[in-house]
């Protein structure tokens, strides 16, 4: 079992900066593929970035390609989403998940889910 637990969402103007943290408990967190996803009020579920188990692969949704970046630290079991120029569409409920296989960019395959921390950007 992994529990995964995030922070750091808030209220920030447009273009401003947020950084959102996920920290894991359980199984060992250097072996698994970590994720991001987001929810706006009324949409499905939808891909943000995902890393591969070891960090060499990292993708990202075309909307927040060149804004946003995902990184781990594996000592502190902990992976964050860095998010800059944020924007008004980028509003959302952001999800870490986890996998013990490979990254996917869609939300199937991911075994385990974070409660989500609310990120509210102003126009």
């Known amino acids: 079992q992994v529990q995964l637990v995030e922070s750091g969402g808030g209220l920030v103007q447009a273009g401003g900066s947020l950084r959102l943290s996920c920290a894991a408990f359980?199984?060992?967190?250097?072996?698994?593929?970590m994720g991001w996803f987001r929810q706006a009020p009324g949409k499905e579920r939808e891909f943000v970035a995902t890393q591969s188990r070891g960090g060499a692969a990292t993708y990202y949704a075309d909307s927040v390609k060149g804004r946003f970046t995902i990184s781990r630290d594996n000592a502190k079991n902990t992976v964050y989403l860095q998010m800059n120029s944020l924007k008004p569409e980028d509003t959302a409920v952001y999800f870490c998940a986890a996998s013990p296989l490979s990254a996917s960019v869609t939300t199937a395959g991911w075994n385990y889910w974070g409660q989500g921390t609310q990120v509210t950007v102003s126009s």
């Open positions: 359980g199984r060992t967190f250097s072996s698994y593929a």
